[in-house]
């Protein structure tokens, strides 16, 4: 099912980790609204970075499946607000610094080093821009893009 010009339903469920387990990902009717939006943001994404493709790595996350991948509780993903991209040739560094140059509305944008992750919210939007830095202990999260 396609959400926008560039972006299907399928694209932002699929998920290897649920086929493999044979999970169901399949987003209930608020989810797959909020993923339309998410849709809409990722193509502002895409004509941001000229045009380019943007892939994404994850999006929906059923309860099942995001504790499979040791998503966070609270995770945007699990509402559909949320997806994990890159566009080939650009640093995902520099992509999170596209994004927040572009001026789009977005509640978060997390650069993860090696994919951004772009969250929408069913509030106001904060704005938040941080960096994750992964450890043994789990994630740390700085302002900025560090």
Do not use: C
């Amino acid at each position: 099912m396609k959400l926008t010009e560039h972006f299907t339903l399928e694209e932002l469920i699929d998920s290897q980790v649920a086929a493999r387990r044979r999970i169901d990902n399949t987003p209930g009717p608020q989810a797959l609204a909020n993923l339309r939006r998410v849709a809409e943001l990722l193509e502002q994404i895409r004509t941001a970075v000229g045009g380019k493709p943007v892939v994404v790595s994850s999006g929906f996350r059923s309860a099942a499946l995001n504790a499979a991948v040791g998503g966070a509780r609270e995770s945007a993903h699990l509402k559909g607000l949320a997806a994990d991209i890159n566009v080939p040739g650009i640093h995902p560094k520099d992509l999170a610094r596209t994004i927040i140059r572009a001026g789009l509305e977005f509640d978060q944008v997390i650069y993860e080093g090696t994919w951004v992750h772009v969250g929408l919210s069913e509030r106001a939007p904060r704005g938040e821009v941080l960096t994750a830095t992964f450890a043994a202990g789990g994630v740390i999260y700085s302002k900025g893009i560090v």
